[in-house]
């Protein structure tokens, strides 16, 4: 079986989606990296990662609308097609996800499965615990519902993922591999 980030990563390439591998350590460094000013959050669900100080996490209705770069978690990633899962939480995730014209996710390498059908059962699993609102996107927002395919129209026109690997291998923390 093939190692899930690297199909993850190639699934990536194919939708022009840009993608940093780095530690827990090294997560601040590739979110400086990664985000253009001004920038906003949703906090973190993992234990031990959390957002720097410099993202806003409650962002005011004012600085959503300034943003051009939102940060948020994904709670799995499918690594055939490329697709995060993105929860609905308190925090806010949806109009961070949406709203800005540029969405960095944060997507921990343990959290990968292989297809659709393990994604669902994990969604399965997250319905039966209460957290029933999930979106699973592919890349960025385009629609070619008039014609010629537009980027941006129902959500962010770049995507970025920030893989954060527990095990050493994201030794490359900070290192933008496109």
Do not use: C, K, N
């Not at 899962?85 to 990968?112: I, K």
């Amino acid at each position: 079986m093939s190692d899930p980030v690297e199909t993850f990563e190639a699934s990536l390439d194919a939708l022009d989606v840009t993608r940093t591998r780095t530690t827990p350590g090294g997560l601040a460094e590739a979110l400086a990296e990664a985000v253009v000013e001004p920038v906003v959050g949703s906090p973190l669900p993992f234990e031990g990662l959390s957002l720097p100080d410099w993202v806003p996490t409650h962002p005011t209705a004012g600085e959503l609308e300034a943003a051009r770069t939102g940060v948020t978690a994904a709670a799995a990633g499918i690594a055939e097609y490329g697709t995060l899962v993105v929860q609905s939480r308190p925090g806010g995730d949806e109009p961070v996800s949406l709203y800005p014209e540029r969405h960095v996710v944060v997507l921990r390498a343990t959290d990968l499965v292989p297809g659709v059908s393990e994604a669902l059962a994990f969604v399965g699993e997250e319905f039966a615990a209460g957290r029933d609102s999930a979106v699973f996107a592919t890349g960025m927002s385009a629609t070619a519902d008039m014609g010629e395919s537009v980027r941006g129209v129902h959500g962010p026109r770049e995507v970025h993922v920030v893989i954060v690997e527990e095990d050493g291998r994201g030794d490359g923390a900070g290192v933008v591999e496109s």
